[in-house]
């Protein structure tokens, strides 16, 4: 008998065993890659979601922050009167105080009718405009200065001034040395009519 095949045949079960083995361990490996590939691509995608949780969380904090510093400035907008009806007869007063408060010669004053600053203004507020004409003799340039101070500081509405013309007075008598001119706009904001 041939020491090969008598070697193959007490081996024989072992080299099957073997083979079977080996085939099982080839079963496991491609198994466990694509077990591992299938992880990756779960880890990735859940890497994925987090980043985009973790994206529009951010935007979602971001977009928090600006509301609250937008309702900040509203709310400022609104205690300082820029929101709602004119107070005409409050600027009256207002501009009567300033007057006796800086001891100023003469004030004098128009105000023209209240219009719509631009009409095609999107939002659900009407920029609204009183244009007043203002003439003051002035016994030196600071009185007008902290007249429009007075104001911008104390009023309940937005003064936006257009232009001011100062002029020397010739000496007839007056102790009123300037003549001060001047055109400021009176704003509010008005909520649209449906």
Known sequence: MNPLVYVLRHIRWNLLLFLLLAL???????????????AQKSNKQALDKRNEIQAKLANARNEEQEL?????????????????IERRLDWVEQIRKVKTTRRLLEVQYELAPQQVLDSKNASG??????????????????????????????FRAYISLNSCN?????????????????????????????
């Open 68 to 84: 609250r510093e937008k309702f900040s400035r509203y709310e400022n907008i609104l205690a300082r009167g820029y929101i709602g």
């Open 125 to 154: 507020y009407d920029f609204m405009v009183s244009n007043m004409k203002l003439q003051m003799p002035l016994l030196h340039e600071e009185d007008l200065l902290n007249f429009l101070a007075d104001l911008r500081n104390n």
């Open 24 to 38: 099982l361990g080839a079963a496991a490996v491609y198994a466990s890659r694509n077990m591992y590939a299938v």
């Open 166 to 194: 100062v002029v020397r007075q010739p000496k007839v008598g007056s102790s009123a040395q300037l003549m001060a001119e001047c055109s400021i706009d009176w704003i509010t904001l008005r909520e649209k009519n449906p």
